[in-house]
């Protein structure tokens, strides 16, 4: 199966460990090859920070301060955005110019047959047979989301799915994160 041209997978994961803030946008083609890759320097807020912004310091960081920016400084635009962390949803139906999913993968049974939906109890959520052997995997899209955009997304995956495996960018992005912070990209 030849990728379709031009359809692009966008991954965006955050990371958040103790008082830092990090977020990283990986865009592949369909069989994983990388085509763009940005990332925020870590953010810490100060004590002042924590003070005035109260409990809406953790939703600015993670919308005004890296998503929006990852979003703008992406240039490669993907197809689909993919993302790791359901809060991330709602923010990226409203402010991103393709439809975001959350996936996951689940320790189910494999399904009877790739490409294989089985809606879920949790609203616009999903078990997707992407490939042959593996389990399915919980496709989580807005609750407002039409069923043709869940149809298009899962075509994208089980399309992805027969070149890479689907959730293995998000590995490469903590480690190329991992590798920025200590200076090894050279190596």
Request: one cysteine or more; aromatic letters at 6%.
């Amino acid at each position: 199966m030849n990728p379709q041209k031009g359809l692009a997978l966008g991954y965006l994961r955050l990371i958040e460990e103790r008082n830092l803030f990090q977020g990283a946008a990986l865009v592949t083609d369909l069989r994983g090859i990388p085509l763009d890759f940005r990332y925020t320097e870590p953010i810490s807020p100060t004590r002042l920070e924590r003070i005035l912004y109260g409990d809406a310091l953790r939703v600015y960081i993670r919308e005004e301060v890296i998503l929006e920016n990852l979003l703008k400084a992406v240039e490669v635009k993907p197809s689909l955005w993919i993302c790791n962390d359901r809060e991330l949803l709602k923010f990226l139906k409203e402010h991103a110019a393709c439809p975001p999913i959350f996936l996951e993968s689940t320790s189910y049974p494999p399904l009877d047959a790739v490409g294989e939906v089985v809606s879920q109890p949790e609203p616009g959520a999903y078990l997707v047979q992407a490939d042959p052997i593996s389990a399915p995997l919980k496709l989580v899209v807005p609750v407002d989301t039409g069923e043709d955009a869940v149809k298009s997304a899962v075509s994208m995956l089980i399309e992805a799915a027969a070149s890479m495996e689907i959730l293995e960018p998000f590995t490469r992005i903590k480690r190329a994160l991992e590798a920025v912070a200590t200076g090894e990209m050279a190596e």
